[in-house]
């Protein structure tokens, strides 16, 4: 179904940003309701990604967590993609409360609202995470089975040792990608939000017989990502501190890995959710369906920058990381035809070109390491 109306919560994001400027040249008209969090934009007058929206755009400052801000966002809009969340994996284990109330409590006013007042809303699509799996789905070479390792041991991380076990026999598992009826086992307050999120909208909407479709992206990465924020975003954090000519230090043994999926793949992925009925219900998974070690992030922004810095493989850990994880995309291609179209060495190319042109600040990353530190989370 072609909707006209839509609101973007969190629009002035990174995803949502993009989102907008392509639901634009579709011929949307789009709201977005945000609170230009100074972590992500810094001052807003600055802010790379609101001044490329903001008049473009109907847009309106305020929190997800007021009913006011979010009754004159809903007005007359036909679908809501609500993408407004606090999504610092780390920093939701010391900011337990503020991530609740944003990403559930915000969450339940929206769906409050959809229950008891009069709208026009035909869809919800909302932004779900791959953090929900926590340690995603591997093989077990002795019981010759799937299963889903629990978090890892300190005792074996303080060793050396960081692949995860088999959680029956303690054995060898081997990496398999993650598909969407694997178990969900977040290990970071954030996911659970996160799937709290997803789950509370898909429930919520069934029953107001509103379609709803929830996307569990892997690592987005592209131009537009905050370059601010020390919080996320291995590729942006890399890319500070190259950019600064400061060196990197690659957490674990450096092989620890990540799906990273390209901007565009995951807009055109997100308006396929809004636009296609087959969508309607159901949970997809986002991603590149590769799975990319951090010492190869690292080498391959240092060459794409020309910049030669020091690459330290630490051994130190961040409790409750997750050693891999990667998309299965059978169930989105099979319902919507998606498959991703960018490469990483290609989607690199683009995302270090746009660095190249932006001015890159101090970067905050030391004193976010700190901060874990002193919250005992840093190993
Ligand atoms: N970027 C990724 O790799 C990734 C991966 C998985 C899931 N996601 C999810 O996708 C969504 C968008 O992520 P992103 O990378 O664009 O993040 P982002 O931080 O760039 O954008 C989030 C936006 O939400 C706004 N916001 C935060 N709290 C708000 C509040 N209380 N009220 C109103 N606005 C608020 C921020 O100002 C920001 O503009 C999030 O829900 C995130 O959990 C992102």
């Known amino acids: 179904m072609a909707f006209k109306k839509a609101l973007i919560t969190g629009g002035a994001g990174f995803i949502g940003s993009s989102l907008a400027l392509k639901l634009i040249d579709k011929g949307y008209s789009v709201t977005v309701l945000d609170n230009l969090l100074p972590q992500i934009h810094g001052d807003s007058e600055t802010s790379y990604?609101?001044?490329?929206?903001?008049?473009?755009?109907?847009?309106?400052?305020?929190?997800?967590?007021?009913?006011?801000?979010?009754?004159?966002?809903?007005?007359?809009?036909?679908?809501?993609?609500?993408?407004?969340?606090?999504?610092?994996?780390?920093?939701?284990?010391?900011?337990?409360?503020?991530?609740?109330?944003?990403?559930?409590?915000?969450?339940?006013?929206?769906?409050?609202?959809?229950?008891?007042?009069?709208?026009?809303?035909?869809?919800?699509?909302?932004?779900?995470?791959?953090?929900?799996?926590?340690?995603?789905?591997?093989?077990?070479?002795?019981?010759?089975?799937?299963?889903?390792?629990?978090?890892?041991?300190?005792?074996?991380?303080?060793?050396?040792?960081?692949?995860?076990?088999?959680?029956?026999?303690?054995?060898?598992?081997?990496?398999?990608?993650?598909?969407?009826?694997?178990?969900?086992?977040?290990?970071?307050?954030?996911?659970?939000?996160?799937?709290?999120?997803?789950?509370?909208?898909?429930?919520?909407?069934?029953?107001?017989?509103?379609?709803?479709?929830?996307?569990?992206?892997?690592?987005v990465y592209g131009p537009g990502q905050s370059l601010k924020n020390p919080y996320t975003g291995i590729l942006s954090i890399f890319s500070t501190r190259i950019k600064n000519n400061k060196g990197i230090s690659v957490f674990e043994d450096g092989e620890e890995s990540r799906d990273f999926v390209y901007i565009d793949d995951i807009v055109r992925a997100t308006i396929l959710g809004i636009e296609k009925e087959a969508a309607n219900y159901k949970v997809f998974n986002v991603g590149s369906g590769v799975a990319t070690t951090v010492t190869t992030v690292a080498n391959t922004l240092a060459e794409s920058y020309g910049i030669e810095v020091p690459i330290d493989v630490t051994g130190q850990f961040r409790l409750g990381d997750i050693r891999h994880n990667y998309a299965d995309l059978a169930y989105i291609k099979k319902h919507l035809g998606f498959h991703p179209e960018i490469t990483f060495s290609e989607g690199i190319k683009r995302f270090t070109n746009w660095v190249n042109e932006q001015e890159v600040e101090s970067d905050g990353y030391e004193k976010s390491l700190e901060e874990m530190k002193s919250k005992g989370l840093l190993k």
């Not at 929190?63 to 610092?88: F, P, R, S, Y």
């Not at 591997?138 to 889903?148: A, C, I, K, L, N």
């Not at 054995?171 to 009826?181: F, H, I, K, Q, Y």
């Not at 939000?193 to 107001?208: D, F, G, V």
Request: with cysteine.
């Open 49 to 219: 990604l609101y001044q490329r929206i903001k008049d473009k755009v109907n847009f309106i400052k305020g929190d997800v967590c007021n009913e006011a801000d979010w009754e004159k966002a809903i007005a007359d809009n036909e679908v809501i993609i609500h993408l407004a969340a606090e999504t610092g994996t780390g920093q939701s284990m010391y900011a337990i409360q503020r991530y609740m109330n944003v990403n559930i409590g915000g969450t339940g006013i929206m769906l409050d609202f959809l229950a008891n007042r009069p709208h026009s809303v035909k869809k919800v699509v909302v932004a779900s995470s791959r953090a929900i799996y926590g340690e995603g789905k591997y093989w077990s070479v002795e019981r010759d089975q799937p299963v889903y390792p629990l978090g890892r041991e300190e005792k074996d991380m303080l060793n050396g040792d960081f692949e995860p076990k088999c959680p029956i026999s303690g054995g060898r598992v081997e990496l398999m990608a993650t598909d969407e009826n694997s178990k969900i086992h977040p290990n970071s307050i954030y996911g659970l939000t996160k799937y709290n999120q997803e789950q509370s909208i898909l429930i919520a909407c069934k029953a107001l017989h509103i379609p709803a479709v929830a996307f569990r992206y892997q690592n």
